[in-house]
Nanobody, 113 residues
């Protein structure tokens, strides 16, 4: 059974940084593309960043240049480094295996102005 456990969220001031982690189990992590999504209250869940098994990355326009997705296959972990945070980045952040329908429980990120 695939499990995804996110951590690293919290409350930070505008301009600050956070690093999110997602540990995956129950799958062959190194061959799977991974992604981070976020969902703010009243909004649909949106794709923030993705990374292929080979390490190629893509970002939404709203976070490009501020967020960095990376992976450590030895630790079955995908990361999201978030810099220059803005209040509009406030949301619950989820990781996902791109080709599977499994979601973690999410981690709350709150950016105060």
């Amino acid at each position: 059974q695939v499990q995804l456990v996110e951590s690293g969220g919290g409350l930070v001031q505008s301009g600050g940084s956070l690093r999110l982690s997602c540990v995956a189990s129950g799958l062959i992590f190194r061959i799977n593309a991974m992604a981070w999504y976020r969902q703010a209250p009243g909004n649909e869940r949106e794709l923030v960043a993705s990374i292929t098994s080979g390490g190629s990355t893509k970002y939404s326009d709203s976070v490009k240049g501020r967020f960095t997705i990376s992976r450590d296959n030895a630790k079955n972990t995908v990361y999201l480094q978030m810099n220059s945070l803005k209040p509009e980045d406030t949301a619950v952040y989820y990781c996902k295996v791109i080709l599977m329908s499994y979601w973690g429980q999410g981690t709350q990120v709150t950016v105060s102005s």
